[in-house]
């Protein structure tokens, strides 16, 4: 028996009303889903009302066969390969939708282009990977088939305000369709103010997520057990409300949501439990194809933030793909595990911490909400790219004490400033990870900013730079340091205490605890051994940053 079985006729007749049915995916379909950035129109002769039925990975030296309706991708053919033109005959004469192809394109691409009377070509982005590509076209054109649903529904279906709308005509009551954690999806239409409405409803429709009061009743009394467990309608009688019979969403045995409904004047009929279960069922197909539309994205969004941090990818479709608007402020921040003493876990442990430390940043920021942003995972360290607008501290705090609490990983933690343009994304990174390094051997606070931090960013760069040019640590400093471990003396501890002091030769004589005549007498001898004038202001600032510089102190 199919699912529309399940669903009466007056649930069918009101999807169709709601979404017309169309046969297959089109071209304009995948340009607005896919979203700017990924695929540009180079020419498209036949429209962009051109129906796709799959997407086709092209590689000249294992070539796939091409369908009517298919969307090339040239994986093996470079846009300014020679060979495109021969593609492009070969994709129009199997009557192919379009081709896809890495830019810059060379001429000859775009004059046989034009030439052909059927196939489109589309541009991809030479930092866009095509396997990401390829996987957010095969939903792109999964979603864009209701025909794909029709075959297990046999109803083309709507959104879920639409389904709702239509169960709520066929149940004859109000409907409501929650996620897991009861926040609500979807509601019939009518508003919450309806005869058939309580102020159960009404809150939660106005809250987006049920009463606290309601929340505690079905937690303390087992009724959220009972949905989670159950297959069938269940009877909920809220304090309160009105009674509600309940089915969950399920794929399989994964709860994914649930389906409330509240029976109006004609009661729960003999059909009641049929229907109920048919429209979770349906509930399902729309909930799944969210959910791996959303995964799809989020990915792209992981790789396009990966290949930016790195320097290799490209800031403007990253951007593109946020829809961040020209000179929108963003911020970078990171969050690295520290394991101290302990041994390193299996790759597969440590594989699935960071995706479970990836899903609470990308919960606490708002990004499974829809906020525009990226997390990805590198290494030891995810990286956040969020809104510069609000405080960032308090949910990166709230990230770290998650972590400690649900996952048992101790965190250390940097705020970026806010930053225009994505093309400083690298440079933003190192910053990030400088931070991370002075909060991971207690040279910082475990949750900081690099605006906190400043001085000690400015010395740890400068450390970097010396690492890469030696010379800038050569001099007096140098020549003192080599005095010191031939003589035993110590000079350098002398001066540092001197410097630390801001050359007061009281305070410094307190720290080193001798008297003010010796410390004189000692600043006097390594003048004289190395040449170093402590009143010169250029020469005393050099062997201050050289000595604070120096590795081994």
Not at 265 to 271: E, N, S
Not at 434 to 451: A, F, K
Not at 516 to 534: A, F, H, S
Request: charged residues 25%; contains cysteine; glycine residues 10%.
């Amino acid at each position: 028996m199919t699912l529309a079985h399940n669903l009466p006729t007056t649930v069918v007749t009101s999807l169709r009303a709601a979404r017309p049915i169309r046969r297959w995916a089109t071209l304009r379909d995948l340009l607005v889903s896919t979203g700017d950035g990924m695929l540009d129109v180079i020419s498209a002769p036949a429209g962009l009302d051109v129906p796709v039925r799959r997407a086709v990975i092209w590689d000249p030296t294992c070539p796939a066969a091409v369908d009517p309706g298919d969307i090339v991708l040239a994986v093996g053919v470079s846009g300014a390969s020679p060979d495109g033109v021969e593609l492009l005959d070969h994709a129009a004469g199997e009557g192919a939708a379009a081709v896809a192809v890495k830019g810059p394109l060379r001429r000859s691409w775009i004059d046989a282009a034009r030439e052909q009377p059927a196939v489109a070509l589309l541009e991809v982005p030479r930092e866009l990977g095509w396997d990401q590509l390829h996987a957010t076209l095969r939903t792109s054109i999964a979603v864009g088939q209701p025909d794909i649903v029709d075959e297990l529904t046999e109803a083309p279906l709507g959104d879920l305000g639409a389904l709702a709308d239509a169960a709520a005509a066929a149940l004859d009551g109000p409907v409501e369709i929650v996620d897991p954690a009861l926040r609500l999806l979807a509601f019939s239409s009518g508003g919450p103010d309806g005869e058939d409405s309580d102020e159960l409803r009404l809150a939660w429709i106005l809250a987006r997520r049920p009463p606290s009061a309601f929340l505690e009743w079905v937690r303390s009394t087992g009724a959220l057990q009972r949905l989670r467990d159950a297959y069938e309608p269940v009877r909920l009688d809220p304090p309160g409300g009105r009674p509600r019979s309940v089915v969950p969403i399920r794929a399989g045995v994964d709860v994914l949501g649930y389906v409330l409904h509240s029976p109006g004047r004609q009661g729960c009929g003999a059909r009641h439990t049929e229907v109920l279960t048919g429209v979770a069922r349906a509930a399902a197909a729309h909930v799944v194809r969210q959910r791996v539309g959303r995964d799809v994205d989020r990915r792209l969004c992981a790789d396009l933030l990966r290949g930016a941090l790195d320097g290799a990818g490209s800031p403007a479709v990253l951007a593109r793909r946020l829809a961040l608007r020209d000179g929108e402020p963003v911020r970078l921040l990171g969050f690295e595990v520290v394991r101290s003493g302990a041994r390193a876990p299996a790759s597969a442990t440590a594989h699935r911490e960071m995706g479970q430390l990836v899903d609470l940043v990308a919960l606490r920021f708002g990004l499974a909400d829809g906020v525009p942003g990226a997390v990805v995972a590198l290494g030891s360290c995810v990286y956040a790219l969020v809104p510069a607008d609000g405080e960032p501290k308090a949910p990166a705090a709230d990230v770290a004490a998650g972590a400690a609490r649900q996952l048992g990983l101790s965190l250390v933690a940097a705020i970026g400033a806010a930053v225009s343009d994505l093309q400083e994304l690298p440079a933003e990174r190192a910053e990030i990870d400088r931070v991370l390094v002075l909060g991971r051997h207690g040279n910082g606070p475990v949750l900081s900013t690099s605006e906190e931090l400043r001085s000690a960013l400015v010395l740890a760069e400068l450390g970097e730079l010396a690492r890469e040019r030696p010379r800038l640590l050569q001099g007096r400093i140098e020549r003192l340091r080599e005095i010191d471990e031939t003589c035993k003396t110590e000079y350098l501890t002398t001066l540092r205490a001197y410097f630390d002091s801001a050359c007061d030769l009281v305070e410094a004589s307190k720290r080193l605890f001798v008297h003010r005549n010796t410390l004189r007498y000692r600043l006097r001898r390594i003048q004289e051994r190395c040449g170093l004038d402590l009143g010169d202001p250029d020469e005393r600032l050099v062997a201050e940053l050289q000595l604070r510089l120096t590795v081994e102190r």
